[in-house]
Nanobody, 129 residues
């Protein structure tokens, strides 16, 4: 079965950190650009970051670029999203997606979402004191 599985979410206090993982099974992730998206309650899904197949091309949206770090370990078939200095507005479900597309800011916009082939089920991040 081809799937992506996110993990690493949880309840953290403002200022804390989390490391989210996106693990692929049933296929080799190193042939795919991977994007991270999040959806807060009552809001539309928002793309936050993507990473190219080799990891040499990374995009982070302005709202997260100073606090989020994306990386990948192709040997482990996993992509990571390190989130530091968490804020309450970071609360939401975080999804990863894999697709055969270029990692660009366009791939993180709503118009780029359809280009991804695989999506995970999401992991909940809650930032609250």
């Amino acid at each position: 079965q081809l799937q992506l599985v996110e993990s690493g979410g949880g309840l953290v206090q403002p200022g804390g950190s989390l490391r989210l993982s996106c693990a692929a099974s049933g296929f080799t992730l190193d042939s795919y650009t991977v994007g991270w998206f999040r959806q807060a309650p009552g809001r539309e899904r928002e793309g936050v970051s993507c990473i190219s197949t080799s990891g040499g091309r990374i995009r982070l949206t302005d709202s997260v670029k100073d606090r989020f770090t994306i990386s990948r370990d192709n040997a482990d078939n996993t992509v990571y999203l390190q989130i530091d200095s968490l804020k309450p507005e970071d609360t939401g479900i975080y999804y990863c997606a894999a697709g055969r597309l270029l990692c660009t800011y366009g791939s993180l916009r709503p118009t780029g979402v359809s280009e991804y082939d695989y999506w995970g089920q999401g992991t909940q991040v809650t930032v609250s004191s």
